[in-house]
């Protein structure tokens, strides 16, 4: 998946996430950091698991 269309889809599900009511899950909060252009929070606690 190129970066636009990676950057597109988190973009979607935010939009969908927020009409939803739901922005206290992790998914979103994945979704705004993409979306804001910063630093995905699950891969940094993915790298400090590993």
Do not use: V
């Amino acid at each position: 998946m190129t970066q636009a269309k990676t950057l597109d889809y988190w973009q979607n599900m935010r939009i969908a996430m927020e009409a939803a009511g739901a922005t206290s899950s992790a998914i979103y909060k994945r979704a705004l950091a993409i979306t804001q252009g910063l630093p995905d929070p699950l891969a940094a606690q993915d790298s400090a698991e590993g």
